[in-house]
């Protein structure tokens, strides 16, 4: 049976998430940030980015997301797996997300759509600001 406090750090933990994709999804970079630790190791090398710092990483995305190339996606995340252990815990979590892609200049019609289905394989840590992902 979950305690309080158990539920109140799922319920955090999976907001995390949210806020996550929602920051991606509306290239809101400085939300992005703010999601880590500042010690943080975030691993994009699966999509051909770096593995990196949250700053190395939130460049790499924003010079990547651009409207022009992806004028439209949506990262619905699902089905989280946690294991909380006092103030840490990890989580694998699903992702899917359809992504427009621009069409070649001078091409007429709405973008055209690819999906990607992932695992996000987190680490967090409870700090002094609420719960942050650190890997």
Same mark, same amino acid.
């Given at each position: ?8 750090d799922?319920?955090?933990l999976?907001?995390?998430m ?18 880590f630790? %500042?010690?943080? =190791?975030?691993?994009y090398?699966?999509?051909? @980015?770096p ?9 790499? *995305?924003?010079?990547?997301?651009v ?10 995340v699902?089905?989280?797996l ?11 979590t699903m992702?899917?997300? %359809?992504?427009? =892609?621009?069409r070649?200049?001078?091409?007429? @019609? ?7 289905g992932?695992?996000? *394989?987190?680490?967090f840590?409870?700090?002094p ?7």
């Amino acid at each position: 049976m979950l305690d309080l406090q158990e539920i109140s750090d799922r319920l955090e933990l999976v907001d995390l998430m949210v806020r996550y994709a929602h920051a991606v999804d509306t290239r809101s970079w400085d939300d992005f940030r703010a999601l880590f630790t %500042p010690d943080a =190791v975030i691993d994009y090398t699966a999509f051909g @980015g770096p593995t990196g710092s949250v700053d190395e990483v939130a460049t790499w *995305l924003s010079e990547t997301l651009v409207a022009s190339a992806f004028p439209a996606f949506q990262h619905l995340v699902a089905n989280p797996l946690l294991d909380i252990d006092g103030d840490e815990a990890t989580g694998r979590t699903m992702c899917f997300n %359809p992504m427009g =892609v621009a069409r070649p200049e001078g091409e007429r @019609g709405d973008p055209r759509m690819f999906f990607c289905g992932l695992w996000y *394989l987190d680490r967090f840590v409870r700090t002094p600001d609420g719960w942050k992902s650190r890997k």
